[in-house]
């Protein structure tokens, strides 16, 4: 690990007295410039908005041109006056860092975290002191709320912030518009002019935008501890170009966001930035924003693709027993992980009796044989051991809170891999504790969690990489009721909700349909895309545990499952090609000495150019699953093709509506 951190005078920190900074003449300010010089983060006090009053603002810059415009900050707090209006700079330390450290599982094994920074410290009237933290790298700028601990501010009730985001001029952005606090964050993407927001609407993060001439970023949130999840809405003044921060509020007390005692901190609010949309997806800066991994040795922590009973469990094959939730079903999946290589099985809901019906005594399972009438767990667990097949389980969140103490002690003893917890739909304050506490709680049990019903990653798994997924979308489940899981909420999934981290979308389906013939149904259900597009799905979505979902017997004899098999859920790095949201995505991944490149369309049949620069240097060969020609009907059917190429190839990928391309490169003769 290569690690600098120092405090140097001048490097982060200017004073300035600019009237260009906003309406109302000089101010002074404090800025952060990351790194390679394109990008910058400034904060300035005593400056009025427009149309606004004086107090404590930022600006962000990109290629010297303001792409942010001078935006509100602060903390409106209950019983007391708002920190930020009013306050004036006092100190301001400049810092630099540039640390390397490695990951279990994720896009990529190793990280820099390189950024400049500066720790603003003012002050009100009334003597009281607020410190933002600013950081710039050269892929965002993120900055934060620390309020000391002094008289008169040791109990602190935050009712909101007075965070803004106010444009430049009017963006196409695409909003992830929600019905309440209370979410599982699954809903289709919809794409609206800042303009064209109505101020009622709820946004989840991360939100996209593009300012035509300036750049393209994205709003999220990092490290959010003993804090309220970050939406946010238009406000109703600023010229119709300004979104206002809105916290989760208490469920105790929804008068109320947060409730704490000095000193603390607020999430970093995360500013993602690129020239183009597909490069934000290479950035790490939610995770460089949380602190390093509380767990030593993470060897237990593994990535893989799992068998799942869930997505077509209760379909009708050729078998000869009945299928559902019962152990010769459960069987039957992990004899077909086994076989395939995989190295984990989940068991989905309905595997405990009290599942179906409430809360689970987990503390009872100990010494029963069956936890159901039709599921034998102790033989599954035997039986998964003389298949070197590892089982994850899946409970309800109430559950896990009640007997967490006795379940995660109980399910090391049994060997279980990991947990899949769901339905918490909330992300205030108290729900993000339980987060946190349920990490830390099942790295003491060496178990694995995937988070459903979940609210949008903040990076939590670089401090507990034990969380290694979560869900927070709409993914494949919905097409067993719908048609809304479609190619175009594919292709726009990688520049909105997976900028934030992992997402257990659980692709995999073989029942590939056109939008003609397509029919949602529970049993045996289909896929709204070619197979081809379901192929590229693994390349282009990131979970290191990753969902192969269809019923073992629909994989029986097709050429697809051994790309299929083969690709990795943990990644060496990562490379956009290209893309434009809601239209196409092309992603190359690599793991070792090989490549996985991953492209789809929406409902557009679409030809692009795929250069292979990012190969090493020497011979490669390519092998290429692509739609057939005539898979616009026929959307099963694909063509596979092998192709010597090199870092010089520039590959001609043809995707029909719905369509897709998966390859896997490798060093010739190498395999």
């Not at 379909?315 to 079903?329: D, E, I, L, W, Y």
């Amino acid at each position: 690990m290569h690690v600098l951190r120092n405090v140097l005078p001048g490097l982060a920190l200017i004073f300035l007295a600019s009237s260009s900074l906003a309406q109302g003449g000089a101010a002074p300010s404090a800025q952060a410039v990351a790194p390679g010089g394109q990008l910058a983060l400034r904060l300035v006090a005593d400056q009025p908005a427009s149309g606004g009053s004086a107090g404590l603002h930022a600006v962000v810059e990109f290629h010297g041109q303001r792409l942010l415009d001078v935006s509100r900050l602060g903390l409106d707090l209950a019983g007391q006056q708002p920190l930020g209006p009013g306050m004036h700079l006092v100190t301001a330390t400049p810092e630099t860092a540039d640390d390397t450290y490695t990951l279990p599982v994720g896009k990529t094994r190793s990280v820099r975290d390189h950024y400049n920074g500066v720790r603003a410290t003012l002050e009100d009237g009334a003597g009281r002191r607020l410190i933002v933290e600013a950081r710039a790298f050269d892929d965002g700028v993120a900055f934060r709320y620390i309020v000391p601990a002094q008289d008169g501010l040791g109990q602190v009730r935050i009712t909101q912030e007075r965070t803004a985001f106010t444009y430049v001029k009017d963006a196409v952005t695409y909003p992830l518009i929600l019905d309440g606090f209370h979410s599982s964050y699954e809903d289709e993407y919809q794409v609206r002019m800042v303009s064209g927001l109505h101020p009622g609407w709820l946004i989840g993060l991360p939100y996209l935008c593009h300012e035509a001439g300036l750049g393209w970023f994205a709003i999220t949130e990092a490290d959010i501890d003993n804090y309220a999840g970050m939406y946010l809405r238009k406000a109703p003044h600023f010229g119709g170009f300004t979104l206002d921060a809105a916290l989760a509020p208490r469920g105790d007390d929804p008068s109320v966001a947060v409730e704490t005692h000095t000193p603390f901190s607020s999430p970093w609010r995360v500013v993602m930035v690129a020239d183009t949309p597909a490069k934000l997806i290479e950035s790490n800066i939610v995770l460089n924003l949380n602190p390093p991994s509380q767990i030593k040795d993470t060897s237990w922590i593994v990535a893989g693709k799992s068998a799942w009973d869930w997505w077509s469990g209760e379909a009708a094959p050729s078998v000869k027993f009945k299928t559902g939730m019962n152990t010769a079903t459960m069987k039957h999946y992990i004899d077909f992980a086994s076989a395939s290589g995989f190295r984990y099985m989940l068991i989905d809901a309905g595997w405990a009796q009290a599942d179906r019906n409430g809360p689970q005594d987990y503390a009872a399972l100990a010494n029963i044989t069956q936890v159901t009438p039709e599921i034998d767990m102790p033989e599954l667990l035997r039986y998964a051991r003389e298949k070197h097949v590892k089982i994850w389980l899946w409970s309800h969140w109430t559950s896990v809170d009640k007997y967490m103490d006795q379940a995660f002690p109980l399910f090391e003893k049994w060997g279980i891999a990991g947990v899949k917890i769901d339905f918490m739909n909330s992300d205030d304050q108290q729900m993000v504790g339980w987060y946190r506490h349920v990490v830390e709680t099942a790295a003491k049990y060496h178990l694995m969690i995937d988070f459903h019903g979940a609210f949008k990653p903040d990076g939590l798994r670089r401090t507990w990489p034990n969380l290694v997924t979560r869900e927070g979308v709409m993914g494949k489940e919905y097409l067993k009721w719908s048609a809304r899981t479609t190619p175009a909420h594919n292709a726009t999934l990688p520049f909105t909700r997976m900028l934030a981290g992992p997402m257990d979308y659980t692709p995999g389906a073989f029942g590939n349909s056109n939008l003609k013939n397509f029919v949602a149904r529970n049993v045996e259900p289909m896929s709204l895309d070619t197979r081809a597009q379901e192929l590229a799905l693994y390349v282009l979505f990131e979970s290191p545990l990753q969902m192969v979902s269809d019923y073992p017997e629909h994989y029986a004899g097709q050429k697809e499952f051994a790309f299929l098999k083969r690709v990795p859920t943990t990644w060496d790095e990562v490379h956009a090609i290209g893309g434009q949201p809601m239209e196409w995505i092309s992603l190359a991944r690599r793991s070792g000495q090989d490549w996985y490149v991953g492209s789809i369309t929406n409902w557009d049949a679409r030809t692009i150019q795929v250069p292979l620069s990012f190969l090493g240097a020497g011979k490669y060969e390519a092998e290429i699953y692509a739609d057939a020609p005539d898979a616009a009907e026929n959307a099963t059917h694909t063509t596979l093709s092998h192709q010597a190429v090199d870092r010089s190839t520039v590959l001609t990928v043809h995707m029909v509506s719905g369509g897709g391309n998966a390859i896997w490169i490798h060093p010739a003769g190498g395999h």
